[in-house]
């Protein structure tokens, strides 16, 4: 017969190990959680088209907007897109507004201390951008022109280190309103992605490319820190939807260009 009091014993010392134990926190359960509300809520933009924007209906349209319908419909739930400027794409997603942010967002290494970033899932060259009369070939040529940007944006970023001490970065709050700065003739030229450029172009038979690209970024989803299961399931997303060529051809409906492989996408 099993001896009550060893059993006693036993327990008591297993209760002991047990509240020793160091405990784990849990990180973020976004994967469960959304499966769990049936919603999915992504940040996009709405002022950087064709990434997102708004368009003659004020419904927001765009490459990532669609991605993110993609998305919701392999989850199975319904999506809520939640307006996001280049701003607070970060405080939107550490204050749990956002499950996601897919928002035409570069995988900075000063942004990564703060979320973490999921594989890349498009091509994003930087150029400067503005009308055929502005004699500018590269970035040394900015000696005292004034270049509007977006605030916060990857253009703003690397031009604050790269671009000749006397010329004046405009900065504003929307890739549009940097756009219009032009137009206005408040700024020599705008400095955003190739795609961004080649879709004003369309716009402004006057406008060109200034040069080669100054630099080459990619373009990665968002989401918390610490939220593994979350962001291995995005990356898988990313994965499939490259291989089934679903990506590439929403980048070629939205930028009117095909999709650019050599010399373009990153090997590891």
Same mark, same amino acid.
């Given at each position: 017969?099993?001896?009550?009091?060893?059993?006693?014993?036993?327990?008591?010392?297993?209760?002991? /190990?047990?509240?020793?134990?160091?405990?784990?926190?849990?990180?973020?359960?976004?994967?469960?959680?959304?499966?769990?509300?049936? /919603?999915?809520?992504?940040?996009?933009?709405?002022?950087?088209?064709?990434?997102?924007?708004?368009?003659?209906?004020?419904?927001? /349209?765009?490459?990532?907007?669609?991605?993110?319908?993609?998305?919701?419909?392999?989850?199975?739930?319904?999506?809520?897109?939640?307006?996001?400027?280049?701003?607070?794409?970060?405080?939107?997603?550490?204050?749990?507004?956002?499950?996601?942010?897919?928002?035409?967002?570069?995988?900075?290494?000063?942004?990564?201390?703060?979320?973490?970033?999921?594989?890349?899932?498009?091509?994003?060259?930087?150029?400067?951008?503005?009308?055929?009369?502005? %004699?500018?070939?590269?970035?040394?040529?900015?000696?005292?022109?004034?270049?509007?940007?977006?605030?916060?944006?990857?253009?703003?970023?690397?031009?604050?280190?790269?671009?000749? %001490?006397?010329?004046?970065?405009?900065?504003?709050?929307?890739?549009?309103?940097?756009?219009?700065? /032009?137009?206005?003739?408040?700024?020599?030229?705008?400095?955003?992605?190739?795609?961004?450029?080649?879709?004003?172009?369309?716009?402004?038979?006057?406008?060109?490319?200034?040069?080669?690209?100054?630099?080459?970024?990619?373009?990665?989803?968002?989401?918390?820190?610490?939220?593994?299961?979350?962001?291995?399931?995005?990356?898988?997303?990313?994965?499939?939807?490259?291989?089934?060529?679903?990506?590439?051809?929403?980048?070629?409906?939205?930028?009117?260009?095909?999709?650019?492989?050599?010399?373009?996408?990153?090997?590891?």
């Amino acid at each position: 017969m099993f001896n009550r009091k060893l059993l006693s014993i036993i327990l008591v010392m297993l209760m002991v /190990v047990l509240m020793a134990a160091p405990t784990f926190a849990q990180g973020p359960d976004t994967l469960n959680k959304v499966l769990n509300r049936g /919603v999915l809520r992504v940040g996009v933009l709405t002022t950087g088209p064709p990434w997102g924007f708004l368009d003659e209906k004020y419904q927001l /349209v765009g490459f990532d907007v669609d991605i993110a319908k993609e998305m919701a419909k392999e989850l199975g739930v319904k999506l809520e897109l939640v307006e996001t400027l280049n701003i607070n794409r970060v405080p939107y997603l550490t204050t749990d507004r956002v499950d996601i942010i897919i928002a035409c967002f570069a995988n900075t290494l000063e942004r990564a201390k703060s979320i973490a970033f999921s594989d890349a899932y498009a091509p994003f060259m930087l150029v400067l951008c503005g009308p055929k009369d502005v %004699k500018i070939n590269s970035l040394k040529d900015l000696s005292g022109k004034k270049v509007a940007l977006g605030r916060g944006t990857t253009s703003d970023l690397i031009l604050s280190q790269k671009a000749p %001490k006397d010329a004046q970065l405009l900065r504003y709050e929307s890739p549009t309103d940097a756009f219009l700065a /032009v137009e206005q003739g408040k700024a020599h030229v705008f400095s955003e992605g190739y795609d961004h450029a080649m879709y004003q172009i369309k716009n402004h038979p006057n406008w060109e490319l200034k040069g080669e690209p100054f630099a080459k970024t990619y373009p990665c989803m968002a989401v918390k820190q610490g939220d593994q299961v979350w962001l291995n399931w995005v990356n898988l997303f990313i994965l499939h939807k490259l291989n089934d060529g679903v990506i590439q051809d929403l980048y070629s409906k939205w930028f009117n260009i095909p999709w650019p492989e050599a010399g373009i996408w990153p090997s590891f």
